[in-house]
């Protein structure tokens, strides 16, 4: 596959990412466009679904091979994708992630930043923190 399609692909990605639209999803995967691309910011896919809550996208991303503690770097959509749903108290984004193996202690930053379990606790997202702490989720010991 060329350059122009690659880019053309991707771009489609995260429109359907940010739209929620399963279908087109399933089908640019399908057609090869690589789950892990970032775009021109930075921003992974995955990141993208998770921040906004897309678990079933998420899913999709992960079983095409995604790491699930890839570290997004795009601007204003930095971290892992498990530390923006938490964030947010998208339970079943997180969940979804949980089930293909993130690291529920894992820190964005290269590991200097807030834990998923802290932007839980921030949020408040009571329901959401009790799902990482099951996870194996500690607080960071002073």
């Known amino acids: 596959m060329n350059r122009r399609r690659r880019k053309k692909l991707l ?3 995260f429109e359907a990412v940010q739209t929620g639209d399963v279908a087109a999803v399933k089908a640019l995967l399908g057609a090869g466009v690589d789950p892990e691309g970032p775009d021109s910011e ?3 896919p995955l990141y993208a679904a998770a921040v906004n809550g897309e678990a079933v996208i998420v ?4 079983l095409a091979g995604v790491s699930p503690d890839v570290e997004s770097r795009g601007a204003g ?3 892992t994708a498990l530390c923006a ?5 998208h339970t079943a984004t997180v969940r979804e992630l949980l089930a293909f193996g993130a690291d529920p202690n894992l820190r964005e930053d290269g ?3 807030w834990s998923p379990l802290e932007w839980a ?5 009571p329901a ?3 799902l990482l702490v099951a996870a194996g989720a500690v607080e960071r010991q002073q």
């Open 11 to 13: 771009r489609r990605l």
């Open 77 to 79: 959509a930095e971290g």
């Open 59 to 62: 899913g999709l991303l992960l």
């Open 42 to 44: 930075g921003t992974t």
């Open 121 to 125: 606790s921030n949020g408040p997202h």
């Open 85 to 89: 749903a938490a964030c947010w108290g």
């Open 111 to 113: 590991g200097t930043g």
């Open 128 to 130: 959401t923190v009790a």
